[in-house]
């Protein structure tokens, strides 16, 4: 076992017993690197990543490949998850110096942290042009030993170059009409009109932008926008990216029609895309947004929930295909042959020609990826309910793919957002209560005595390294929609602190632009700060979203500001480029409807008329509402604040811009106040 063995990490964890004498980053590994005259081998990735595992394989636990690292090099291996700054910092460098990126992820420091060399996967042996890590490694110690000034002079370069690339967005005006109606536009040139979605192969599950095409729709009543979101969510529901039998989504899709995934299933994407489709289904009424929705809820809490009450990172894409064998997609698979098997000749062909299983198959071997196809003819429902749970059944036989145990911070935050609110909508209480469980859990293991957030947690044992800004923000989103669904007030409280957090360490108060990392956070070579969504929303754009909702909330005016001023990024980008801010253009949505805040009082939470006002305050569409609830005289929320019941009855207040309408006891009244 090497030093990885006493880490939290799963990934770190799963290569603990490599032949490598790996360090974990830290102070002590460059330190190392330093007193031997070494350079540092960087190797970043995640427990999940296929060709992580693949490159693991094939040369860390290589014996041959360990010693020569061992002898030349101080290897230091890094869960991307775990310190997404440090993963963001050098993936920046990968891909100024090679125009692409991705994991694993291989960087050659100097003992002073200095990228000079750098690279993705390298096989065993050359193919496909790639030279082979082994000579990747004889190269960089040959230019380490006989021509260090030249790696000296390379290294700084790139830091000054990393140094050099701030952000420069105009200035902190928040975006108007015209910015989000160009970006629309982009969206709707970017758009896949025949199979959903934007852009080309791989295609992946565009959940922010969806967020956005929905608020936009709900406030402006562009149908275009409601389309293409609709849509989207059709054809990936539809897809192979969709689980079938089990619900939730893979992490995206090989092809542009998403038939094909990468069979790796996040955390985050399921949050995500169950909030996107309750949403759909709170617009429209449709039937495919609300059982996905549901299937995608019940997967999270089914497969990812911990011990603790919280929320595990991932389940592998690969697993045991039954010969000891680990296969990308073993588990979700099936062929003619295997449906027979189970279901026998004529249910098989039921099976086969509802999911679209072929021959000649859809994936690997003959195998096919379950899908809904379109089709004219129409299925017995109770059938096609019967052949689901047998495959479901069967399919549990099978050996299962490993689950990344981790709770990460920010991912929980996106999770309790989508469970409270897919709970309220559906009349699912065990989902809000799976969404306050895991809010204990941040609230007791995460949160210290200043209510800084810890990133992540495993097995009740929180881990060392601190909350990064989307943790603080997404983590405040969450405990904002918890406490819109269950009126407890404790959950808006909690959200402050974080916020102020937020204030404090993390924005830069000349730009009001925001860092990735806190101000007294560990100094890399350099402060990481991106504003643009990868796979999660951004930090900078949830933390805007996060301060619009606590401010409407509670009228602080600092926290509206810093909303305001974040979000002038969003007008430099979302006209350029709104693929990748579809967060900030779901916020400055909101921003520009208000947000409305409504706030519901009744004799008791419990009272029937109290209920249903309540349910149409959280079922309305109006971009970023806030919900308040609770009896006359309460303190649980500032909008509860001088709010009597009308006539003995519970009423709904609705505010915008400083305006107040008239209070209502009417749920009609209520739901076109909101309508967007």
């Not at 520009?592 to 409504?598: C, F, H």
Request: net charge negative; with cysteine; aromatic share 8%.
């Amino acid at each position: 076992m090497n030093r990885l063995a006493h880490e939290t990490s799963p990934y770190l964890l799963q290569h603990a017993d490599n032949p490598v004498d790996w360090w974990p980053w830290s102070a002590e590994a460059f330190d190392e690197a330093r007193k031997t005259n070494k350079p540092v081998l960087l190797s970043v990735g995640y427990s999940s990543c296929h060709w992580c595992h693949v490159m693991a394989h094939e040369s860390f636990e290589d014996r041959a490949t360990a010693d020569y690292l061992n002898e030349h090099f101080v290897s230091v291996k890094v869960d991307r998850e775990e310190r997404p700054d440090v993963d963001a910092v050098y993936m920046e460098a990968v891909q100024a110096a090679t125009g692409q990126g991705g994991w694993p992820m291989t960087v050659f420091l100097t003992p002073d942290a200095e990228p000079f060399y750098f690279g993705t996967y390298f096989p065993p042996a050359p193919r496909h042009g790639m030279p082979s890590f082994r000579q990747v490694l004889e190269g960089v110690r040959s230019a380490w030993t006989d021509r260090r000034d030249e790696v000296a002079e390379v290294a700084g370069k790139i830091v000054r170059d990393l140094a050099g690339r701030e952000i420069s967005y105009g200035g902190p005006d928040a975006p108007g009409e015209e910015e989000l109606a160009q970006a629309l536009l982009g969206l709707t040139r970017e758009y896949d009109a025949q199979r959903g979605g934007f852009g080309g192969a791989p295609k992946f599950p565009p959940s922010m932008a969806l967020e956005f095409l929905l608020r936009h729709h709900a406030r402006t009543g562009s149908e275009g926008a409601l389309q293409m979101a609709a849509d989207t969510c059709e054809r990936m529901a539809r897809g192979g990216i969709y689980d079938q039998l089990g619900g939730g989504f893979a992490r995206y899709s090989v092809d542009r029609e998403w038939v094909v995934p990468h069979f790796e299933k996040m955390l985050y994407d399921n949050a995500l895309l169950c909030r996107v489709y309750a949403h759909l289904w709170r617009t429209t009424g449709s039937e495919l947004a609300r059982r996905v929705a549901l299937e995608t809820a019940d997967f999270m809490v089914r497969e990812l929930r911990t011990n603790e009450g919280g929320f595990a990172s991932a389940l592998d894409a690969d697993s045991d295909d039954g010969s000891g064998r680990h296969v990308e997609g073993a588990h979700y698979v099936w062929t003619p042959a295997q449906l027979v098997e189970v279901l026998g000749e004529e249910d098989a062909g039921v099976a086969a020609e509802h999911f679209g299983v072929t021959e000649e198959g859809t994936f690997e071997h003959g195998s096919s990826v379950l899908q809904l196809p379109q089709q004219d003819g129409l299925f017995d429902a109770e059938k096609v309910e019967s052949v689901k749970q047998r495959l479901l059944a069967a399919r549990a036989g099978r050996p299962a793919p490993g689950r990344d145990d981790k709770v990460v911070a920010a991912w929980n935050g996106l999770a309790i957002a989508a469970l409270a609110e897919t709970g309220a909508y559906f009349d699912r209480p065990d989902l809000v209560e799976a969404a306050v469980s895991a809010a204990d859990l941040l609230v007791r293991l995460h949160l210290d005595e200043q209510t800084r957030l810890a990133r992540t947690s495993k097995d009740g044992r929180v881990g060392a390294n601190a909350g990064v800004l989307e943790d603080y923000a997404d983590v405040a989103e969450g405990f904002l929609a918890l406490a819109s669904v269950t009126g407890e007030g404790v959950w808006l409280e909690f959200a402050g602190f974080l916020l102020d957090h937020v204030i404090a360490r993390f924005t830069d108060s000349e730009s009001g632009g925001l860092y990735d990392t806190a101000a007294d956070a560990e100094r890399l070579i350099r402060r990481p700060q991106d504003p643009t969504d990868n796979a999660t929303p951004s930090g900078w754009t949830a933390a805007a979203g996060a301060l619009l909702g606590y401010a409407a909330h509670t009228g602080s005016e600092p926290h509206r500001t810093a909303a305001e001023r974040a979000l002038g990024v969003v007008k430099a980008l979302g006209p350029r480029v709104p693929r990748f801010i579809g967060w900030g253009l779901a916020v400055a949505e909101a921003l520009l409807d208000g947000p409305r805040e409504v706030a519901i009082v009744g004799p008791a939470l419990d009272e029937e008329d109290t209920r249903a006002l309540h349910r149409t305050a959280l079922l309305g569409t109006a971009p970023g509402a806030v919900v308040a609830l609770g009896t006359p005289g309460s303190d649980e929320f500032p909008l509860l604040a001088d709010r009597p019941l009308v006539d003995g009855r519970a009423a709904a207040y609705v505010c915008r811009n400083f305006t107040c309408d008239a209070p209502t006891t009417d749920r009609d009244r209520l739901r076109a106040a909101l309508a967007g």
